[in-house]
């Protein structure tokens, strides 16, 4: 992953109600949500779910899909990998040092 896509998705997830939004849709697994059941969720306008989704969807990490009439959001799950990977990969390469113990390695 390049250091500007790494920086344009933690800078949105930078913004809460953007994380909120994202950490909604991670938890609803690949199946997603509809876009009306996000907003009722998050209880936000639709205008302001709507803008928050578009900074999400142009940074790879929402993908949308209408099926008839309804609008899909999920997650997109490689994306969400490649970002985490690209933040611990090097974790202490130039300290020698273990990384401190997670609630998977306890």
Known sequence: MKLEKAAAQLEALGNPVRLRLYRTLVRAGEDGLAVGS?????GIAASTLSHHLKRLVATGLVEQERQATTLICRAHYPRMND?????????????????ALTKETE
């Not at 996000?38 to 998050?42: D, F, G, I, M, S």
């Not at 970002?83 to 300290?95: Q, R």
């Open 83 to 99: 970002l985490i990977g690209y933040l611990v990969d090097e974790c202490c390469a130039d300290s020698g040092c273990k990384p």
């Open 38 to 42: 996000v907003q009722e969720k998050l």
